[in-house]
């Protein structure tokens, strides 16, 4: 049996990853992949990815694609999800912020630099015509330090999926002014270049596993059910997601490289752009 180790969120868009560990279909082809939760986000996983710590993991496409851009060494082997991801823009509560033009300048809670927070907050600030220099950043890792963050008064607003993050909006912990969604399409799968060399024919078991998973994943008996009882989500919001999120089976595009590349670069969040070529691979 070959060990392998994947990292990804702990959120509703994995749950592919875990029935497919766990009705074995993995282990079927000899493959002992072990998940990961990584509740830092796609800076951590890319960091993870860089030195070993993981072999394989399903990360932000925008994050990835900044990571190799800065000279990583990593590998998008196919696309995960292909719609984008709707972020939306939270305040504390009994924060004095009543729209998003109030956050003009204010500082944002992100889980680490290079993490999907950090990159669509001056994406976000870009679509509002902000100055995006003018933003500030504090780091809290995960989401329970954003919860803190904004409590605690040390940042302004955080950026985190909609549906993962409205629970808190129902409790009254977090206020959400609005939704910002991602340009492009929202999860890829990566790899490390040495983990690519080393076992392209187990990534490709691995993909071709997880691609029968997908394919079929919203026609599921019950799985809206199954959704919600697991991460804990009202079913008519899973229904709503599931009406929102698309999987793919392809790999991404050259073109969404650019485009992604060109955004970032636009905002001074990369110094370089790179041949298309360099981030993708083909299996």
């Given at each position: 049996m070959k060990k392998?180790?994947?990292?990804?969120?702990?959120?509703?868009?994995?749950?592919?990853?875990?029935?497919?560990?766990?009705?074995?279909?993995?282990?079927?082809?000899?493959?002992?992949?072990?998940?990961?939760?990584?509740?830092?986000?796609?800076?951590?996983?890319?960091?993870m990815l860089g030195s070993g710590q993981a072999d394989m993991a399903v990360v932000l496409t925008e994050g990835v694609i900044k990571n190799i851009a800065d000279g990583g060494d990593l590998k998008i082997v196919q696309g995960y999800v292909d719609s984008p991801l709707l972020w939306g823009i939270h305040v504390a509560e009994e924060s004095r912020f009543k729209a998003i033009s109030d956050l003009e300048g204010t500082r944002a809670a992100i889980s680490r630099f290079g993490s999907g927070?950090?990159?669509?907050?001056?994406?976000?600030?870009?679509?509002?015509?902000?100055?995006?220099?003018?933003?500030?950043?504090?780091?809290?890792?995960?989401?329970?330090?954003?919860?803190k963050a904004l409590q605690d008064g040390k940042a302004d607003f955080f950026m985190?999926?909609?549906?993962?993050?409205?629970?808190?909006?129902?409790?009254?912990?977090?206020?959400?002014?609005?939704?910002?969604?991602?340009?492009?399409?929202?999860?890829?799968?990566?790899?490390?270049?040495?983990?690519?060399?080393?076992?392209?024919?187990?990534?490709?078991?691995?993909?071709?596993?997880?691609?029968?998973?997908?394919?079929?994943?919203?026609?599921?008996?019950?799985?809206?059910?199954?959704?919600?009882?697991?991460?804990?989500?009202p079913r008519e919001d899973v229904n709503t997601w599931l009406g929102l999120t698309r999987w793919t089976q392809d790999q991404i595009s050259a073109q969404i490289i650019e485009d992604v590349q060109d955004t970032l670069f636009n905002l001074n969040l990369i110094s370089n752009n790179i041949s298309p070529e360099i981030a993708l691979t083909r299996l």
């Open positions: 392998f180790r994947i990292a990804g969120v702990p959120e509703h868009f994995n749950l592919p990853w875990h029935m497919a560990i766990e009705e074995g279909a993995f282990a079927d082809r000899g493959i002992d992949l072990r998940w990961e939760d990584v509740p830092e986000g796609t800076g951590k996983m890319c960091s927070s950090h990159l669509m907050a001056s994406v976000m600030a870009k679509n509002e015509g902000w100055e995006v220099d003018r933003l500030a950043f504090e780091v809290v890792n995960t989401l329970d330090g954003a919860v985190w999926e909609h549906f993962t993050t409205k629970p808190l909006v129902v409790k009254g912990i977090f206020r959400r002014l609005g939704d910002c969604p991602t340009p492009w399409p929202c999860f890829v799968i990566a790899v490390s270049g040495d983990t690519l060399k080393s076992n392209p024919g187990l990534i490709r078991h691995i993909l071709e596993v997880i691609n029968v998973y997908t394919v079929d994943f919203k026609r599921i008996p019950s799985i809206d059910r199954t959704l919600a009882n697991r991460y804990k989500l």
